[in-house]
């Protein structure tokens, strides 16, 4: 993902909130450029009125789309038609689905088959197909318990998200492991970068903000089943991290 990726950012008024769109587009801007930004609903609704006042702050472009049959999500086929028009145009490298809907599943899969980069945002309620169909999903609920906490409340704000966080079962250990000694050399060292791309690879919504830390390193420290070692860097001041599974005793 480079900064210099152009990306499409696509967002299902009819199925997202309103209430953190700023950082929704500060999170979508890690990523790449947004080049294009639509969302798409019906504003003759009174349900989509909290959208209108962000829309020019954010300089996203509202696509209108009376839903011509009850019952029936007309927004979702705008979006999908407009998604292949832009693939088409090549305008874009990569993606930004916005939506908990999983009628987008298909979609997402055409995208990445045309080789570019999707990534999801949606709720903590998005189905499983939809989410890995993407090559990254980010929940809402992160960037909801950034935007209430605050830079400021950074340590204060661990404590208190631990009932809003997931909690680190046998199986994220496990997956963190196996992923580990995929890439581990022959000492059992693995670079803790590539570790964090192929956790992503293999489960596109693993974040270490969904356990309550900011980056992959401490999440990985608070478990306690893995040794950390940071090496010289030849190359720039930033000193290299690598990880390694401890040896079970016994």
Do not use: H
Not at 93 to 99: A, E, I, T
Not at 151 to 176: C, F, G, Q
């Amino acid at each position: 993902m480079e900064p210099d990726t152009k990306l499409a950012v696509l967002i299902d008024g009819d199925n997202i909130p309103s209430a953190f769109v700023k950082e929704m587009m500060a999170e979508i801007a890690k990523y790449g450029n947004p080049t294009i930004k639509r969302i798409y609903g019906d504003w003759t609704k009174p349900i989509l009125a909290k959208w209108k006042s962000l829309l020019l702050e954010n300089a996203i472009t509202p696509v209108q789309q009376y839903s011509y049959t009850t019952g029936k999500n007309a927004t979702d086929s705008a979006m999908i038609i407009d998604a292949m028009d832009i693939l088409y145009s090549q305008k874009v490298n990569g993606f930004c689905l916005v939506s908990s809907d999983s009628d987008f599943t298909r979609l997402a899969t055409r995208l990445r088959e045309a080789g570019t980069l999707v990534i999801g945002i949606g709720e903590k309620k998005t189905p499983e197909p939809f989410i890995v169909a993407c090559d990254k999903f980010i929940y809402i609920e992160i960037l909801k318990d950034q935007a209430e906490t605050g830079e400021a409340d950074a340590v204060k704000s661990t404590a208190s998200r631990k009932a809003n966080v997931d909690k680190i079962t046998p199986k994220v250990v496990k997956l963190i492991s196996s992923t580990i000694s995929d890439l581990a050399d022959d000492d059992g060292w693995a670079f803790l970068g590539d570790v964090g791309n192929l956790l992503q690879k293999k489960q596109p919504n693993f974040d270490s903000r969904n356990y309550g830390f900011a980056k992959l390193t401490p999440l990985i420290k608070s478990i306690g089943a893995f040794e950390i070692e940071q090496r010289e860097n030849q190359k720039g001041r930033f000193r290299l991290i690598y990880v390694r599974n401890r040896e079970k005793a016994g």
